[in-house]
């Protein structure tokens, strides 16, 4: 990889630095947004030069994603092993987003791929479809950290006239995650708690990926 880097390098008249950086980026971040402020010139290299990472995260066990459309580009795991294990509140709440994501989606309610709702509007869908109360607002904070950390939403400001309603982006990430066989387990959630503590990514992950971008 070191001699396709010094070539990339060379024929593009950029650092190594730059390259590096974008790698690390994706690496701890999963995704990045053209959109998103600080991402655009990981975006733009990832974009450019796509055949040479997809050499580099294929070598880690990766498959390279870029949507020009949604201007979105990132990381999948090939092997299910790969996947993060969420634990059942963490699951539920993904699943949520999901399903707010593709309501808005349908009501034409998006910018650029992202769709905005609030901390308010998930929680009271929690409560709603899941039959159990919201964890506390620690717990929350946690979980919300979490799934911005994988690029699955964007945290915005809090409304003047409630400082605990924050203002929450969610991002094209989640269909990735979140597929249509996944996204069924919540329909049938009855509030009760899984067998065990955490809840896997469906085994036909990336076939679902591929049917939802045809």
Avoid: C
Wanted: glycine share 4%; proline share 2%.
């Amino acid at each position: 990889m070191l001699k396709e880097l010094k070539k990339v390098v060379e024929e593009s008249g950029k650092d190594v630095e730059e390259f590096q950086h974008t790698a690390n980026f994706v690496l701890a971040n999963q995704f990045a947004s053209a959109y998103k402020h600080g991402q655009r010139k990981h975006y733009l290299l990832l974009e450019s030069y796509q055949e040479y990472f997809d050499r580099l995260f294929s070598a880690l066990g990766m498959k390279l994603y870029i949507n020009e459309n949604e201007r979105l580009a990132g990381v999948l795991p090939i092997q299910k092993e790969a996947f993060v294990r969420l634990k059942t509140d963490e699951t539920l709440f993904l699943l949520i987003l999901r399903q707010i994501y593709e309501e808005k989606i349908e009501n034409f309610e998006v910018d650029n791929g992202f769709v905005a709702s609030n901390t308010r509007t998930i929680l009271d869908r929690f409560v709603q479809l899941v039959k159990r109360d919201v964890p506390n607002e620690t717990r929350f904070k946690d979980i919300l950290a979490l799934l911005s950390r994988h690029g699955v939403l964007i945290r915005g400001k809090t409304y003047e006239e409630d400082s605990k309603n924050q203002i929450i982006n969610i991002t094209p990430v989640v269909r990735l995650i979140v597929t249509e066989a996944y996204l069924r387990q919540l329909e049938s959630f009855n509030g009760s708690d899984p067998d065990e503590d955490d809840i896997e990514e469906d085994s036909d992950t990336q076939q679902d990926v591929n049917q939802d971008e045809g």
